[in-house]
DNA sequence: GTGAAAGCGCTAACAT
DNA sequence: ATGTTAGCGCTTTCAC
């Protein structure tokens, strides 16, 4: 039998609203009393139930975070560890505890998010991740839910969601150019999951650098697999078997780039030599690769921390219009890119 | 305002006992009157509200995961996303929901886990580490609360916590052998956190392989760093300064194990020409490393499944005696050992 | 088979 | 500054 507010205020000799009123840590209440209840409450050990402050608050002090499907796979990219590393930072600082989705197919996850919502097991929701046509958006939108998303919501809905992202367009193009002033006209594009928004974004600043450089974009230079170590290599095989391969390649994913590089090793391919490659992430393994990889930092924690700060803010204030954050990314130069002159 | 259980008794004609009845799908309720029910419901839009469900019940279905408070690292290490892969897959099946620690000290994860613990925030608890002296098993044993620990509890604990471990000690001993009969005489030991369990258990594997050997042991090729590349790296340093370095390396965890490879490149020290590498836990990096690194699975996934069902035994019920599981390891041969002869 | 009513442990008017 | 009281939304005896 657990020890209850009641049980507090008996032995204090105080009504439980009294009891209330010093685990809030009201002005109203004298200092004097303050310190008999607090006695009262460590010599009986009592703890508040979270259950019952829950039910009367109606809230429950809880972030519900949304790992992607993919997350059997998901799990495996670094990318997730660190996101979710910055959401706990930040939770933690606010004092919210974090409930993550376990469903393991896109309508396993549906169902549950529906269900944190609805059942209020959580005040607010992070998705980490956004695709073309995905549920969730509009069925958070349609309950006024706070939520906010890691990565872009659809054009349409820009305004109407918070999130944070990366200026994706302009972080491809970044890289694209970097190749193009090393001499590189011949640039693949190897792109993660064709649904995403970063991909489409990474693809559109890919292209405007070219454009932009007076260089005609290949079409048989675009390929998309998933962000996995598998991809890269099915990418590589597919862009070297080409009449004309790439001498470079923009990579969606220090793991893809991983895969891409490893492939290009088996076929005695040279980097950065013969192939330049760039990717984007700058996840820990990539400084580990062989050569080191260049690639974009992307600040992914920053990406976490900010969005649970955003996510915060809409909770306190459901009313508050949506926001959204762009983090900056950094270029990590190390040895997987060479000059072409 | 949300629709409560009222309302649906109203609309269905019924009383609130009855919709809480269908609910629960009581036996003792007309097939007529749950399909009523069950048509209010839904055109009501009802859901039930599991914070005041989690009152009455006394339990919230969840399951709290604790992540050691080097978490800010851990989280670089791959270990601990595969755990929760595995954690997550067995919680989803139980109809679990996770709750996960974002504690970033010793003294924060102690003070959640015993908010979490005497608040009922969470059925149960999942430890995803173990050391020597850590307070919080003795904590929970004293709240008796359901708890199951991802390695061992210290040796006077065994058969009264619920675990689930690798044979740490058979581990150590086979990777030691292995190298042992590619005659290699001169095995560094490079162990991860000198706290942990499993860096005593280890050791104690080494020392079994050697003596079984008769092979002497010396005290200087046993190091212990944190497990990072980071560690792995002054580990190398410390060793291969000495007057007759070791041919051939024991290494905790794969992290650290890239980077003792890493070091040795920048050493000129060929692998597996001139020192054997060979490590714990078979990450997806190893493989990727260069050489692929030659490692010991240990079924990482499976460590958190398996917990997760323990777990839920002494949830469902708290009297029954602590049951431990031990999972397999399996020698993954890569490119990182060779023979001495 | 179904309803009435009490109560899980807490908070927040409202009263004093 | 403190006590009284009425719920929060649900489950569960206990009646009938």
Redesign the pocket.
């Known amino acids: 039998?657990?020890i209850?507010?009641?049980d507090v205020a008996k032995k204090a000799?105080?009504?439980?609203?009294?009891?209330?009123?010093v685990?809030?840590n009201?002005t109203?209440?004298?200092s004097?009393?303050k310190e008999n209840v607090r006695a009262a409450m460590s010599e009986l050990g009592?703890?508040?139930?979270f259950n019952?402050?829950n039910?009367?608050?109606?809230s429950t002090n809880m972030l519900g975070v949304v790992i992607p499907s993919a997350s059997q796979t998901a799990f495996h990219n670094p990318f997730f560890p660190e996101v979710l590393r910055g959401i706990t930072a930040k939770a933690h600082e606010e004092k919210y505890g974090l409930y993550v989705s376990t469903g393991q197919t896109d309508r396993e996850i549906f169902a549950e998010v529906k269900e944190m919502v609805q059942s209020k097991r959580v005040d607010g929701v992070v998705l980490l991740y956004s695709k073309t046509d995905d549920p969730l958006v509009p069925f958070l939108i349609q309950e006024s839910f706070p939520f906010v998303v890691v990565g872009r919501p659809p054009e349409p809905l820009l305004t109407e969601v918070s999130y944070v992202n990366n200026d994706n367009v302009k972080a491809a193009k970044l890289v694209t150019e970097y190749l193009l002033l090393l001499g590189h006209q011949d640039i693949g594009f190897i792109g993660g999951q064709k649904e995403a928004f970063v991909t489409l974004d990474h693809k559109t600043g890919y292209a405007k650098a070219l454009e932009q450089a007076g260089v005609p974009l290949t079409e048989d230079y675009l390929v998309y697999y998933e962000e996995l170590i598998e991809g890269g290599q099915q990418a590589v095989i597919e862009l070297m078997a080409l009449e004309k391969p790439p001498t470079s390649l923009v990579v969606a994913d220090d793991l893809m780039a991983l895969g891409v590089l490893r492939m290009l090793a088996e076929m005695g391919i040279s980097v950065p030599g013969e192939v330049s490659v760039i990717s984007f992430n700058n996840v820990m393994v990539s400084e580990l690769a062989s050569p080191p990889l260049t690639t974009l930092d992307i600040h992914i924690y920053q990406l976490g921390y900010k969005a649970t700060e955003l996510l915060k803010e809409r909770i306190v204030d459901p009313q508050s219009p949506a926001t959204s954050a762009v983090v900056g990314h950094t270029l990590v130069k190390r040895q997987s890119c060479g000059s072409r002159r």
């Open positions: 039998m657990p209850t507010i009641k000799n105080v009504a439980p609203s009294t009891v209330s009123r685990i809030a009201s109203r209440i004298s004097k009393t009592y703890h508040p139930n019952a402050r039910l009367v608050n109606q």
